[in-house]
């Protein structure tokens, strides 16, 4: 993909992800903040996240670090996400407030059809896959 397509797709992406967030915030939705919804592998949880996802975190949090456990998110460690600007749509709707459940649901599944959209708009092959897996992944070009 040209830059040019590659830095239009981010730009969307993150323009999608500030919406999606201001709609989770309305929901009110609490957080502890105590890491226990981000902790996927604890809560027996795979997060997945597009190709187009995982190169936009990679842009805003770096390559995976090579210290952390395979099977876990490197970018979550000391239970803080160290990926909060780039994180992918997984992670900014998955809350453990069971009054949101039905609100994240309907979220998650607006949302990512409107990030398969964004792959279909701009003809880039769209792969949904284990984010973990993934970004530890060579970046596809």
Known sequence: MS??????????????YAALDTEVRATAVRCD???????????GHVLYAT?????????????????????????FQ??????????????????????YAEAMHDLAERYH?????????HGVAYRYAPFVRTIREEPRT
């Open 33 to 43: 903040l105590r890491g226990v919804c981000c902790d996927f592998e604890k809560a």
């Open 51 to 75: 190709d187009l996802e995982v190169d936009f975190a990679r842009d805003h949090g770096g390559a995976a670090p090579p210290e952390a456990a395979a099977d876990a998110c490197p970018f």
């Open 78 to 99: 000391r239970n803080q996400c160290h990926l909060r600007e780039g994180r992918p749509l997984g992670c900014r709707v998955y809350f453990c407030d069971p009054a």
């Open 113 to 121: 059809r409107r990030v398969v959209a964004l792959h279909e708009a």
């Open 3 to 16: 830059a040019a397509t590659r830095a239009t797709l981010h730009q969307e992406l993150a323009a999608l």
